[in-house]
């Protein structure tokens, strides 16, 4: 029930403060007892009547006023009527202006029909639009930089165990160790791909990811920017190689063990100095048998007698002490190989002319296939196919002034041979028949020149063996694709893809980068033979033999040889697959825990 205002006891008319009217009376709450008839004015406003309140109870709250309220509750009800129609009528405006307001909107745009147009002319409108499409807005993708850690897939170390970002004083010292890498490794004799991987594997593993090498056949420099930008930069300079196979494959123990996360940073310091100073796995005295055993093998592979045999060894022996003897003066390797050659070719003629050897060309070539840049021009070649160009013009230019060191050497020791009267060298290979005895003692020779050849390089006894296996292995191929009729530069193509093909995962799996193998094996299918044969008739030309038939012969055998080079980096790289799941399970098994290493992978400098 209402509430119902005071009245004067005297009159029966409503007191002072019930001036207001009943409109400003909510009619649905009760004046609280106690409450002055001036709070009940004052807080009973317009405002405070529900709008939601049902038109009946309205009706219920009038009727129960009797007396002189009855005419101010119909005044105060009629007063609610009109608020509620008034809220209805603004309801119901914006109800009707809703749909004006959706109308006023644009209308959609829908695509042209293309209904009358074939479906090939539909295909080209799409294609048209996608290509528009495509060039207004651009492809971010293929802009964006390479990660750095994208040159190692493919690799021995393709899945690193990264650590996290060093101070700025350990990471000035994690530089000096790559650079120090890469210095070892260029002297030792490793290719620009394996320095350049080494580095950014070492640096990935100590937590410079963002590292920069730029790397050429001498120089090296390593970049790196802080997360604050403080740019940091380390250089090294390669002033002469040594080769050393065996401090190499050390280097890559300690990077495969770095990027394993078996050793850490401190570790790998006090391993590097170590190698540093290691010393030759053999006495320059059995380098020097090795070559000149290696030429003896080589002669008896291409069919010299045993006198052509002591003759070859006792030749290569003289003439790589004398290159060794004349180096010491910092004369430039041109000169010295072409006096290398020269002496070659007049021990050859001069055991011919005084009737100790009956082929004296074998002689020659073997002395060739010792004189060969077959690291030089294996290292140019995978520069070349390896996006190095510019290492692999400057190899190539060295490569190509010991061709041409060895080419002068021939031609001037044959015209000093003619000068003095001796008798020209039958250049004519006689063909033989496939006999059982010939064709073990060939595999023979073929094991021995790899052996010699690996220890000529300073390779760790570990590997003479496996090259062995490797240069027997080619030089069977060899042998096959020859006697079924193959092209000279294809068979040596397939005979040296071989090589590489073998000479990876077996390298990798005794713990050295593959060209420990692979450049041993090459000696058993150099083209010596064919180089002396085109430069003779070069420079003993005759009426039956042209200087342009000559260049043409030189050219094919020169071609032949970088074909062998060709091969085995492609032997390599088909042989990546069998050693990349290998990699990734041990980084795999550091990361969990599952083998323990020795060291941290995280490990910082003191």
């Known amino acids: 029930m209402t509430q119902r205002p005071s009245h004067d006891a005297a009159t ?28 009940a004015d004052e807080n009973a406003t317009t405002a405070d009547i529900p709008v939601d309140r049902a038109p009946a109870e309205v009706v219920r709250d009038q009727d129960t006023t009797t007396g002189p309220v009855a005419g101010r509750s119909e005044a105060g009800s009629q007063a609610l009527r009109e608020l509620l129609e008034r809220t209805r009528a603004q309801r119901l405006a914006e109800l009707q202006s809703q749909p004006m307001r959706t109308s006023t909107r644009a209308p ?12 090939s002319q539909r295909v080209a409108q799409r294609v048209a639009r996608r290509t528009v499409g495509r060039l207004v807005t651009g492809t971010s993708v293929n802009t964006q930089p390479v990660p750095i850690i994208t040159v190692l897939k493919g690799t021995p170390y393709q899945a690193p165990v990264q650590a996290s970002e060093p101070a700025e004083d350990e990471a000035r010292m994690i530089l000096d160790l790559a650079a120090d890498i890469a210095a070892i490794m260029m002297r030792a004799g490793a290719g620009t791909n394996d320095i350049e991987v080494s580095v950014i594997a070492a640096c990935t593993a100590c937590g410079l990811s963002t590292a920069e090498v730029d790397l050429t056949s001498s120089t090296l420099v390593v970049h790196y ?33 770095l990027v394993d996360g078996r050793i850490g940073f401190m570790d790998a310091r006090s391993r590097l100095d170590a190698i ?37 060894i006792a030749m290569a022996v003289f003439i790589f002490q004398l290159g060794k003897l004349i180096g010491r003066t910092s004369l430039p390797s041109f000169f010295i190989t072409a006096l ?113 050849g690996a220890v000529g390089m300073q390779a760790s006894r570990r590997f003479i063996l496996p090259a062995a296996v490797v240069g027997l292995d080619s030089f069977i191929t060899m042998m096959s694709l020859t006697l079924l009729g193959m092209d000279n530069v294809l068979a040596s193509l397939l005979s040296a893809t071989v090589a590489g093909f073998l000479a990876r995962p ?22 010596g033979l064919s180089i002396f044969t085109a430069v003779y008739r070069i420079v003993a030309e005759t009426e039956t033999t042209t200087f342009a038939e000559g260049l043409s012969a030189l050219f094919t055998a020169i071609l032949a040889n970088a074909a062998l080079a060709v091969g085995a980096v492609l032997g390599s790289y088909l042989a990546r697959p069998l050693k990349g799941r290998r990699a990734e399970t041990v ?15 995280t490990q910082r400098p003191a």
């Open 108 to 119: 959609k745009q829908t695509k042209p029909r293309t209904d009358h147009l074939g479906a």
């Open 12 to 39: 029966g008319a409503p007191s002072a403060p019930d001036e207001a009217t009943t409109a400003d009376i909510p009619l649905d709450r009760a004046n609280p007892a106690g409450d002055s008839p001036a709070r």
């Open 587 to 601: 980084a795999e098994n550091v990361r969990s825990g599952d083998s323990p290493a020795p060291g941290d992978g």
């Open 506 to 527: 077996l390298a990798l799996r005794l713990g050295a980068p593959a060209i420990v193998l692979t450049i041993p094996a090459i000696y058993t299918l150099l083209q």
């Open 276 to 312: 540093r100073s290691q010393r030759r796995p053999f006495k320059e005295w059995f380098v020097t048998g090795a070559w000149g055993l290696m030429v003896g093998s080589l002669v008896l592979l291409l069919g010299g007698g045993p006198v052509a045999i002591i003759l070859g």
């Open 340 to 452: 290398q050659a020269a002496i070659g070719t007049l021990v050859a003629m001069a055991a011919g002319n005084f009737g100790l050897i009956d082929s004296p060309q074998y002689l020659v070539a073997a002395a060739i296939v010792l004189l060969l840049p077959t690291q030089a021009l294996y290292s140019s070649v995978q520069d070349a196919l390896t996006n190095f160009p510019l290492t692999a013009a400057g190899r190539l230019v060295g490569v190509f002034l010991s061709f041409a060191g060895i080419v002068s050497g021939l031609a001037f020791g044959v015209a000093c041979g003619q000068a003095l009267g001796m008798q020209p060298i039958e250049i004519l290979v006689p063909r033989s028949g496939v006999h059982v005895v010939a064709m073990i003692v060939s595999l023979g020779a073929a094991a021995v020149v790899a052996m010699a």
């Open 225 to 257: 920017s802080t997360s604050d930008g403080r740019l940091m930069t380390v250089m090294r300079v390669n002033r002469g190689e040594s080769t050393h196979y065996a401090k190499l494959a050390s280097v890559h123990k300690l990077v495969s063990d």
